[in-house]
Every structure is written in C-alpha cells, then in structure tokens.
C-alpha cells in the first residue's frame, strides 16, 4: 500500500463522517419541527379551553299540558327545568312550556314511542330552552310522560 492510498482512505474516512452527521442532524431537526407543529396546532392535552359545566341551581316543576299529536293522539307531559347556579331568579317556566307545546305537537307517535326517539326529540326541546333562557336551565326533565 503506498503513501497516496493511504491518505486517499483517511479522507474518505472524515467526509463520509461529516455527511452522516449532516443527514442525522437534519432528520432529528424535522422530526423535532414536526412534533412542534403537531403540540401547537393540537392545543392543550388537558382541554383547559372548554369551560367547567355549570353548577346545578334550583330545580322548577311546571304544571302537566296535553297536546295533541297527529292521527288523533295526545301526549300528556309535565317538565320540570334544571336551572343553573348562576341564575338570577327562579325561571318562569311559560316560555318552556311554550316551546314544548310547540316541539311536540303534531309529532307522530311512532316518533316518540322507541328511546331514541324521545331521546332526540328532548335534546331538540333543551337546545331551544338553553338558547330562550340564555344559558340559565341547564337541563330539563320529564317527570310525566303519557301519549294515547
């Protein structure tokens, strides 16, 4: 082996050293700039951005109402209103009661005979009572449910 070969070897040697340092040096920067993306675009793990659910306040029975529903039945019900610890009076119930008159009646009653019916058909009504109150009743129960 002469002079020259073995010099040849020792800077094939560095060079080769230096662009596997580079190449390693680049991968653990994108993956590093990947993973910065990903925790700033996904936000907090701990979901501090939804507020805390409302604490629950007095609890307001209506009088029973009968509606009528299509093809000659009738549904009679009585509601009573979850109202939040932060509301400023006891609710009046008139405007539920006005907005369950107007959800139920007509409805078929093959809607409101399976859960999933009633179930759908009182996530419907809350929505509506949440928004009429401005977010003071925080649910609404059924304590009287009756259809014939």
Do not use: C, W
């Amino acid at each position: 082996m002469s002079k020259n070969d073995k010099s040849d070897a020792d800077e094939a040697t560095p060079k080769k050293s230096k662009k596997l340092l580079m190449l390693l040096l680049a991968v653990v920067l994108l993956l590093a700039g990947a993973a910065g993306g990903y925790f700033m675009l996904a936000g907090p793990a701990s979901g501090s951005d939804t507020p805390p659910p409302p604490e629950p306040g007095a609890v307001v029975a209506m009088d029973a109402v009968t509606v009528n529903l299509a093809d000659g039945h009738y549904l009679k019900m009585r509601i009573a209103l979850q109202a939040t610890a932060d509301a400023h009076a006891e609710p009046d119930g008139s405007k539920a009661l006005d907005l369950a008159i107007t959800k139920y009646t007509d409805m078929q009653i093959g809607e409101l005979s399976s859960a999933a019916g009633r179930a759908k058909a009182k996530a419907e009504l809350l929505a509506k009572i949440k928004e009429a109150y401005d977010g003071e009743i925080m649910d609404v129960y059924f304590t009287e449910f009756v259809m014939q």
